[in-house]
């Protein structure tokens, strides 16, 4: 099964940004396509998303760039080359031969790498959750009441979520869906806007992170389900948003790093939180040390920033005892094969799997077979609305249906 051609094209994503999308064509007839999203909130150690700075186009964010690298380099590189994920993922990083990717671009090389598995499972006559293992329907973890740098509502912390724990997924999505929409009436109820944010959960100017958990809390009990038992709470904060270099900003006041863990831990007795996402700067390791020692036994820790889905950084979380969780992202990485000897090591270290979108998303589904398909436990792929949110969430649902008639 060799390669045929490889065509690459601009398109954009659900910011109505730029981004890249490739079509990789095998000898045999075989044609798979991929697209790569892109973050808002960003760790300083992410492979580098390769962008035009053209102030002419799109403001500068155009990708033509790298849709050139995939249509020239890239192309003349790997047709003719039989597909093998990791000789292939091994020639895109040497043909970038930068530690960032920063030459040809992670959008461009992660598009290819992409398409190669998506081949490998068509090839096999699978889907992608078949072709790479027999994992579990994850856990949704969904992003209802939107903050940072995701919106306008002024509330520090990024991402208000709500984790519901049916025994199937199609239920967990009903339950979650439920909440959301009942979310959107009390808030409607109060003068609260119902407009959304990059994510699809909402972002009504609340005067503080309580008020946010306060009104999800009601809309898990408005929704019959029982907060702390049908539902749990989960936060991503993306602390570095809101870090000076010496405090931190949490509902409009400084507070030192020694206040802010106090705060979780408030937070953590008062409400059904069993995760928190990126809690200090990415560099404050010290406090993230400290917190995962006071909290690590309750809760998930989960590193995003920390790690940016990289191997070098998780051995780091591992070896000074920092988070107890991954958040993977493959743009953050660049290539499948460098993921998957993350969540390798992250599994071999008892590390939870957290799969997830970016704030700029595409309508490509693929992050929902890799939930499935290398049984990573949990899903972060925004709200109950818009298309590029909902579309992993169906593709779940058909994954779930066709594993129950499988059986």
Known sequence: MKIKDIY????????????????????????????????????ENEAV????????????????????????????VLVGIEINQE???????????????????????????????????????????????????????????????????????????IVPTQNNFKESLRCGTEIFHSLKKLLKKDGFSTSVGDEGGFAPNLKTNEEALDYIVDAIKVSNYIPGKDVFIALDCAATEFYDGEKYTINKEKTTKEGLITYYQNLVQRYPIISIEDAFAENDIESIKTLTRVLGEKIMLVGDDYFVTNKKYLKLGITHKYNNAILLKPNQIGTITEMLETIKLAKENNFKTIISHRSGETEDPFIAHLAVGLDLGYIKTGSLCRSERVCKYNELLRIEENNRNAK
């Open 8 to 43: 690459a094209r601009e398109i954009l994503d659900s910011r109505g940004n730029p981004t890249i999308e490739t079509d990789l064509f095998l000898q045999n007839g075989i044609k798979v396509r991929a697209s790569v999203p892109s973050g808002a909130s960003t760790g």
């Open 87 to 161: 000789k292939i993922d091994k020639i895109l990083i040497d043909l970038d031969g930068t530690i960032n990717k920063s030459k040809l671009g992670a959008n461009s090389i992660l598009s290819v790498s992409i398409c190669i598995l998506k081949a490998l499972a068509k090839s096999q006559n699978k889907e992608v959750h078949e072709y790479l293992g027999t994992g579990a329907l994850p856990i949704p973890m969904m992003n209802i009441i939107n903050g940072g740098v995701h919106a306008t509502s002024g509330l520090e912390i990024q991402e208000f979520m």
């Open 49 to 76: 998303e390769l962008r035009d700075n053209d102030q002419m186009r799109y403001h500068g964010k155009g990708v033509i760039k790298a849709v050139n690298n995939v249509n020239t380099i890239i192309k003349d």
